[in-house]
């Protein structure tokens, strides 16, 4: 990786970072990112984390994980490729990690130079199409900026788990929180992402409902409808309050806002079909769905 951090300051000024992806993004990402970068701690916070992401990025990859490409992984570097060439960005790197406990995937770096992580696990668990649903998803977070955002929260969240983020949390926090909330409506504009790349909603679910139940044997018995109750049931008493310290949805909102942009005249106008939810109505449903308080 070659990281040229004055010049990587200026490209976010300009805001031209990268291929935008404001066609289809959720509103209230948008909405929350623009207010961060007029926040000055987040500024900081994301600048420091630029100049560190070669040293943290690149020896430790190289060193632990396994790199995808033409040779090595081939059917998994179409994908990538299919990915990328739907989102109009470039081709990103990814790396397999060795991890067989999970279904998971992450993308850290900055904007225009990010590598996507991919947890071992999820090829044994998801088959193409719901792998490329998972690959379109990390896509989408390079697509639309968030790269560099979602490696400071991982790092924040890092140092506030570690022995001294207690003495530094009164000054983390605040940016900690705010980047969670952001984070909670970006995964909703990469899930969109997502399911514009594999163009199968059924997949897209199945994707999630894998990453719930952790277990091919019993995703089988696994009723989505019933599954689905659980978000009626989990708006009520103050356990949804924990919703706040978290960076990703709960999974039942996830696939309901999901299920909202597969009915909208959105994405069914960029597959050719007529009809479904107007963009104001899609926006305004998925903001009263996701919401914590």
Known sequence: ???????????????????????????????????????PAVEIAVAQTVKLTKSLLSTNLLGTAVKVGPRQFPR?????????????????????????ASVNAMTFGTDDDAVIIVHAATFEHLNDEELKFVIGHECGHIQNNHVVYL?????????????????????????TIALQSWSRAAEITCDRAGLLCCKDARAATNSFAKLAIGSR???????MDVYLEQLGEG?????????LQMSHPYLTKRIESLRLFAASA????S????????REELEARTTDLIKVI
Request: proline fraction near 4%.
């Open 1 to 39: 990786m070659n990281f040229d951090f004055g010049a990587y300051v200026e490209r976010r000024k300009t805001g031209v970072a990268g291929v935008r992806g404001e066609g289809y993004a959720f509103e209230g990402d948008l909405k929350v990112l623009r207010a961060m970068r007029r926040m």
């Open 235 to 243: 708006r009520e008493g103050v356990g949804r309050m924990g919703e």
């Open 151 to 175: 490696t400071t929260l991982y790092r924040l969240q890092q140092i506030m788990q570690a022995a001294g983020g207690v003495i530094l949390a009164p000054l983390l926090l605040p940016v």
């Open 266 to 269: 959105l994405y069914r106008g």
């Open 76 to 100: 998994i570097q179409r994908i990538v490729e299919e990915c990328a060439t739907t989102l109009g960005i470039p081709t990103p790197q990814v790396y397999i990690v060795p991890n067989i």
């Open 217 to 223: 044997r019993l995703f089988n018995e696994m009723d």
């Open 271 to 278: 597959q050719g079909l007529d009809g479904g939810l107007t």
